[in-house]
Each structure stands twice: as structure tokens, then as C-alpha cells.
């Protein structure tokens, strides 16, 4: 089964940067793509209004956020894209240091 996660971060408020980021996004890097994948990562998606983000992900039963986190921390490329990418993020302002993505409360699902 199953499950999701929603996760959300800010972009610095700079038009030309936010571009960039879009354009990053539109063909990640190989290695990126099965990071995410071998971590048990279904499917992904990013929605961006303004400067907010919203990820959603589908995980399968070997995802766990701890072991994704160590598997990064080993992976060159990985910490590489991270590094890279925060040039353009910053970090929510109840984040704590060196937090990124923040999990979501799910408050809300509409019953069948």
C-alpha cells in the first residue's frame, strides 16, 4: 500500500532565479531521478504559486524519510544537487537550521 506525503519550501522572491529553478526542474539530473526512485519514491510532483512550493510524493513500504536522508548523504551527486539548489530555496521561517522541505498536517480528506 501506498502511502503520501506533502511537503512544502519557499523560493527567494527573485523572478530570474524562480525561472531558473523552473528550468532546473524540466530535465533533472539522472542521478537525481534515481535517488529518488531507489529510495522507494513512486511518483513526485512540485506545484509552485508565487514563491511557495508544494510536493507531493507517493512512497512505497521501503520509503523512510531517515534512510532517504543517509542515502543522500552518501550520494556526491545528490549533495551536489542539494547545494545547488539551495541558491534558490530558503527556508520556512518556523524551519529549523539546515531544514528544507517541511511536512505537511493533513487537516482535511474529503470522505467517499
Not at 542515502?71 to 556526491?76: L, M, S
Not at 530555496?89 to 531544514?99: D, I, R, T, W
Request: overall charge negative; aromatic content about 12%.
Amino acid at each position: 500500500m501506498n502511502r503520501r506525503y506533502c511537503l512544502t519550501l519557499d523560493l527567494r522572491n527573485d523572478p530570474h532565479l524562480i525561472a531558473e529553478y523552473k528550468r532546473y526542474h524540466e530535465k533533472i539530473w539522472p542521478e537525481i531521478t534515481h535517488s529518488i526512485k531507489d529510495a522507494g519514491i513512486e511518483d513526485m510532483e512540485i506545484y509552485l504559486l508565487g514563491t511557495r512550493m508544494f510536493m507531493v510524493m507517493e512512497v512505497n513500504e521501503k520509503f523512510s524519510f531517515e534512510a532517504k536522508a543517509q542515502a543522500d548523504r552518501e550520494n556526491p551527486k545528490v549533495r551536489e544537487w542539494e547545494e545547488l539548489m539551495w541558491k534558490f530555496q530558503q527556508p520556512l521561517p518556523n524551519a529549523k537550521s539546515g531544514e528544507k522541505w517541511l511536512l505537511m498536517e493533513n487537516i482535511f480528506k474529503l470522505e467517499k
